[in-house]
């Protein structure tokens, strides 16, 4: 089966092992590349036109307030030729007990039908909080398998490992 890893991530200061810390990669975008590399998929990264803050706290009350309005960030482009793919792993950061609101205006604007979706989530122990509720609601018509949240700066590459290639 074809696959592609689809996910959103955001570089910069970071929540890391109880500090702030300056990532020059997200976390979720280095699991997202381990995915793709131990399944052979092809990989796509979901942009927002207006870039989230690259400091901490104005990212997560950006977030907080995009997530209290209900927004649908626009995105800079979206994956072609879904259509040849099977499965697909979809990936985020834990953002207010969710995903991040850029994924809603994905899924939103995406109209799966007949995949496999096997979301993964980085956070700092927030887990996969409503995100796999919010994603069986928007993708009906797909086969949502159970996702797999991963301490963001210290995931255990073994379990991931295991949850990537079961198919």
Known sequence: MKSIVIYFS????????????YL????????????????????FKIEPMLPYSEDYSECIEEARQDQKAGARPE??????????????????????????MVMFTFLENTKLTDKIIKPFCSNEGSGLGRSEEDIKRLCTNCTIEKGLSLHGANFDELELKKWAEKY
């Open 24 to 43: 020059e990669i997200g976390n979720t975008e280095v699991i997202a590349k381990k995915i793709a590399e131990l399944t052979n998929s092809d990989i």
């Open 75 to 100: 995105l800079k482009e979206y994956p072609k030729k879904l259509e040849d793919y099977a499965v697909i792993y979809l990936g985020y950061p834990n953002y207010w007990g969710t995903m991040p």
């Open 10 to 21: 955001r570089a910069g200061y970071n929540y890391v092992n109880g500090e702030i810390k």
